[in-house]
């Protein structure tokens, strides 16, 4: 029988595509996807209890309350579910290998280009949920922690990612504003997934940044969106996070990702040069690539 690995927030992005993708990238896995439909986190005896039914013996934790707006507005709970249900998985998880997903904005977006050994500041309540959850997780020396910078791709529930939000946005006749000063080194999701089941098998726990090539703003990103998809254009203005009236919004959180891409047999890819290979080629820009984009 092969080992069960539990991948906590299947209905997510990246658990949705972590799941999809292990019968390619992880055939050695028995993979069980764990959505909220079928587990509370927060609810510990429920989480011990399916903890005895899959004795898993790899756990990759993606669960987490994610939207900024979301943690601003019930910090209480944003703190059950990204720090008090992480701590009860990694305790659970103590003996075999615990990955857990973390995000660029523990860090204040003052410096850019990111590496591990940088001090966190976050600006935000996800952020600080997330920074705390990270130093729970790396108490145990053979569990890790990964930062995943902005990821686009289709989650199941078709309202996870970044790309997602900014159609919704569009079909409602909505206007986006898209900062010009404001940095990210955003990813798709088909790579990251892959990165993710190929840094498993590496068996090197430790502290890393995993995101794509580039360092663009959030208008180049939009820009590049409106190639493929066209109806994005009229919608999408250019402006400046000075001009932002609402919380702090972190200026610049690219990444450097050269610690995991060490441990990579494929390149990280470039978001441009991604969905230039896929407009030319008529496939989903998210998905896993085929050979001659590896």
Known sequence: MKPIALITGAAGLIGGYLVRTAARWAPQWDVRGLSRAGADLTDSPQVAELWRRYYPSL????????????????????????????????????????????????????????????GVNPLNVYGQTKAEAEQVVLQNPAHSVIRIALTAGTSPTRDRSFVEDMLRSVEKGSMLTLFTDEFRCPIPAGPLARALWEFVAQQRPGLYHLGGRERLSRWEIGDLLARWYPEFAPSIQPGSVADYQGPPRPPDLSMCSDKIQALLPFRLPGFRQWLSVGSHQGIDPWDEPPSDRQ
């Open 59 to 118: 756990v990759i934790h993606c669960a987490a309350l994610s939207r900024t707006g979301a943690c601003e507005q019930d910090p209480a709970r944003a703190r059950r579910i990204n720090v008090d249900a992480t701590r009860h998985l990694a305790d659970l998880a103590h003996g075999i290998p615990f990955v857990f997903l973390s995000t660029d904005q523990v860090f204040d977006g003052s410096k850019g280009n990111y590496v591990e050994t940088d």
